[in-house]
T-cell receptor, first 116, second 118 residues
């Protein structure tokens, strides 16, 4: 196992409420990623981080923010959740500790978020 | 822009049949990597294979084989003698070129759901 833990694993919330998903790794990897998975779209990158306090946007970043204050934790926040953000969210880390070569990503188990 | 297309949304086969999952990609990079991931019903994502753009040799691993053809921008995945345990969603993915600016992120296709019936 790659030592990735996502929390919560399941969450139901209401439109307009803030939500934070946490990704915790024990591998000391520099690069971390948040993806969302939706039917017909596969996995799409929301944000990624290349170090503490270093983050950048992915292809579907609108409505999301991230923070990384420690190497091991990468937080994804929905400031005001909408129904379109109902999805399964996956955290991933790269296989290498340093500038990533295009290596395999290790994924967490996913967090299923439902926004009513 | 990079793009991965898996035109087959769902495939259903009977056990022991061979099945091929198609993957077509678009990229302007001359160097890139291609991947296949498996997502079984339990939901986790499992890495299957990585192939770089300079290596067009087909690869075989047990019942799995991969056919990479740069001329048609395709990286197809074949399961020989399928089994019920092969039932899963399969994703093809593309990475940007390696180098100092590489971020490691992957571009995924839409996924193909494979159902293998006993």
């Amino acid at each position: 196992d790659a030592g990735i833990t996502q929390s919560p694993r399941h969450k139901v919330t209401e439109t307009g409420t803030p939500v934070t998903l946490r990704c915790h790794q024990t591998e000391n990897h520099r690069y971390m990623y948040w993806y969302r998975q939706d039917p017909g779209h596969g996995l799409r990158l929301i944000h990624y981080s290349y170090g503490v306090k270093d983050t950048d946007k992915g292809e579907v970043s609108d409505g999301y923010s991230v923070s990384r204050s420690k190497t091991e934790d990468f937080l994804l926040t929905l400031e005001s959740a909408t129904s379109s953000q109902t999805s399964v969210y996956f955290c991933a880390i790269s296989e290498r500790n340093g500038p990533p070569s295009p290596g395999e990503l290790f994924f967490g188990e996913g967090s299923r978020l439902t926004v009513l | 822009a990079q793009k991965v297309t898996q035109a087959q949304t769902e495939i259903s086969v009977v056990e022991k049949e061979d099945v091929t999952l198609d993957c077509v990609y678009e990229t302007r990079d001359t160097t890139y990597y291609l991947f296949w991931y498996k997502q079984p019903p339990s939901g986790e994502l499992v890495f299957l294979i990585r192939r770089n753009s300079f290596d067009e040799q087909n690869e075989i691993s047990g019942r799995y084989s991969w056919n990479f053809q740069k001329s048609t921008s395709s990286f197809n995945f074949t399961i020989t003698a399928s089994q019920v345990v092969d039932s899963a969603v399969y994703f093809c993915a593309l990475s940007e070129a390696p180098g100092s600016g590489n971020t490691g992120k992957l571009i995924f296709g839409q996924g193909t759901t494979l159902q293998v019936k006993p």
